[in-house]
C-alpha cells in the first residue's frame, strides 16, 4: 500500500478482554515500531522490530502485551486482560531499517478505549 | 542507553512571534536527532533530522533546528509563528553508530495566539 495502515482505527473493549491490534508497514520496510500515545506521556516506546533480529521487547509496559510480526511483514499487537490504563491511541511506524537514521513512516494509530 | 527531555508541555507564542521548543538528550554514543510534527487530527510527519552533516539543520515549514553537544540540545526555531504552526512537536534520537531503537520525548503543544 502506499502507507501504513492500522486497523482498526477505533476499538471499545471491556475490561478485561483481550484485544488485537493490526499494522501493515509499507511493503519491503524492514524495521517496525509500536508506540503508544497518551495525554501527557507523548509517544512511549513499545516494542522494535528490526528485519530477522530479536524484538526488542524493552518497552512493554507489562507481560499483559506482546506483539509478533509475522513474514517480515504485518504486526499484532496483542494486549490481554485489558485495563483502564490500556486506553491511549497505538501508534505503528516503519522505515526501510537500512540505516539509524531513516525517518519514520507512522500510521494514523488504533485508539483503544477500555470501558 | 538514550534518552530526550523536551522542556514545556505546552508554549505559547503570538503570531509573528518567534517559535524556540527546546530539546536535551542524553546518549551514550553520538546521535541522530530529530523533531517530528503532529498536526491536529493528523500522523505524524518528520519536520527535519540531524545526522552530523551539518549541525544547523533546515526542515519544513521554515523551521530549523541546531545541535549543540557541548549543551547535548537540539532546541527547535522559527523566526515568525503562523497560525498553521499550531500542532504537538515531539524530538527524537537513536544512536548513530549503530541501528537502535528511536526513542520519543513527551511532546510539546505550541499554542499560536493571534
Known amino acids: 500500500g502506499a502507507g501504513v495502515s492500522q486497523s482498526p482505527s477505533n476499538k471499545v473493549t471491556e475490561k478485561g478482554k483481550d484485544v488485537e491490534l493490526r499494522c501493515d508497514p509499507i511493503?519491503?520496510?524492514?524495521?517496525l515500531y509500536w508506540y503508544r500515545q497518551s495525554l501527557g506521556q507523548g509517544l512511549e516506546f513499545l516494542i522494535y522490530?528490526?528485519?530477522?533480529?530479536?524484538?526488542?521487547k524493552s518497552g512493554l509496559p507489562s507481560d499483559r502485551f506482546s506483539a509478533e510480526r509475522t513474514g517480515g511483514s504485518v504486526s499484532t499487537l496483542t494486549i490481554q486482560r485489558t485495563q483502564q490504563e490500556d486506553s491511549a491511541v497505538y501508534l505503528c511506524?516503519?522505515?526501510?531499517?537500512?540505516?539509524?537514521?531513516?525517518?519514520?513512516?507512522f500510521g494514523s494509530g488504533t485508539q483503544l478505549s477500555v470501558l | 542507553a538514550q534518552s530526550v527531555t523536551q522542556l514545556g508541555s505546552h508554549v505559547s507564542v503570538s503570531e509573528g512571534a518567534l517559535v524556540l521548543l527546546r530539546c536535551n538528550y542524553s546518549?551514550?554514543?553520538?546521535?541522530?536527532l530529530f523533531w517530528y510534527v503532529q498536526y491536529p487530527n493528523q500522523g505524524l510527519q518528520l519536520l527535519l533530522k540531524?545526522?552530523?552533516?551539518?549541525?544547523l539543520v533546515k526542515g519544513i515549514n521554515g523551521f530549523e533546528a541546531e545541535f549543540k553537544k557541548s549543551e547535548t540540545s537540539f532546541h527547535l526555531t522559527k523566526p515568525s509563528a503562523h497560525m498553521s504552526d499550531a500542532a504537538e512537536y515531539f524530538c527524537?534520537?537513536?544512536?548513530?553508530?549503530?541501528?537502535?531503537?528511536?526513542?520519543f520525548g513527551k511532546g510539546t503543544r505550541l499554542h499560536i495566539l493571534p
Open positions: 511506524a516503519s522505515s526501510p531499517g537500512q540505516v539509524g537514521n531513516e525517518k519514520l513512516f
Open positions: 511493503s519491503g520496510h524492514t524495521a
Open positions: 522490530f528490526q528485519g530477522n533480529s530479536a524484538p526488542d
Open positions: 546518549s551514550s554514543v553520538p546521535p541522530y
Open positions: 540531524y545526522t552530523s552533516a551539518a549541525t
Open positions: 527524537a534520537v537513536s544512536p548513530m553508530n549503530r541501528d537502535d531503537k528511536i526513542i
